[in-house]
């Protein structure tokens, strides 16, 4: 059981845009800042959305982030093919004193 | 650029120990925290330990509490987990991370699986 919830799948077609949830608490969500992550099947997480809405160096504009209260959200715009991935949301949580992470997302582009 | 190199993992049997590492290069070490987080196979992303940029301070997850340690020695640019007392849910991949509130470069990963 994680300590943040997502969505276990989610689905969408070329073009289309699709929206990922992530809901927290006041320990993590409520009072820090919330990172995304890609995975692609075999590979290392990457970083694609830190401190809720912003994207490293080479992350399209296609992907934005938002939060509010205790919860954050990953929305993918134009959806493409290579979009296909599992997401997981992350935040830093004040009373466990750790990092904390949703269950993760399955995208799909149909 | 920055990297992050882990090593040491294999197979081991329940109630053993393994020291994973994990060689960095590419930026200023001694100035950022370390992590370890796990991926048990087909399932998600469990944070594992943290350990303050100057070793001062250090935490971790219920799960490996009083088994795993985190150490780093900022001379060698390298963070270690000593793993103790391994159990069969233990097996994962095993992948050094930095940061703390954001945690941004992740490593390749080094599998560890316990097995008899």
């Known amino acids: 059981q994680s300590v943040l919830t997502q969505p276990p799948s989610a689905s969408g077609t070329p073009g289309q845009r699709v929206t990922i949830l992530c809901s927290g608490s006041?320990?993590?969500?409520?009072?820090?800042?919330v990172n995304w992550y890609q995975q692609l099947p075999g590979t290392a997480p990457k970083l694609l959305i830190y401190s809720n809405n912003q994207r490293p160096s080479g992350v399209p504009a296609r992907f934005s982030g938002s939060n509010s209260d205790t919860s954050a959200s990953l929305a993918i715009s134009g959806l493409q093919s290579e979009d296909e991935a599992d997401y997981y949301c992350a935040s830093w949580d004040d009373r466990l004193n750790g990092l904390v992470f949703g269950g993760g997302t399955k995208l799909t582009v149909l | 650029q920055v990297q992050l190199v882990e090593s040491g993992g294999g197979v081991v049997q329940p109630g053993r120990s393994l020291r994973l590492s994990c060689t960095t290069s590419g930026f200023t070490f001694g100035s950022y925290g370390m992590n370890w987080v796990r991926q048990a196979p087909g399932k998600g992303l469990e944070w594992v330990a943290v350990?303050?940029?100057?070793?001062?301070?250090?935490n971790y997850a219920d799960s490996v509490q009083g088994r795993f340690t985190i150490s780093r020695d900022n001379s060698k640019k390298k963070v270690y987990l000593e793993m103790n007392r391994l159990r069969v849910e233990d097996t994962a991949v095993y992948y050094c991370?930095?940061?703390?509130?954001?945690?941004?470069?992740w490593g390749q990963g080094t599998l560890v699986t316990v097995s008899s």
């Open positions: 350990l303050w940029f100057d070793g001062s301070n250090k």
């Open positions: 991370v930095r940061g703390y509130d954001i945690v941004d470069y």
């Open positions: 006041t320990s993590n969500i409520g009072s820090n800042t």
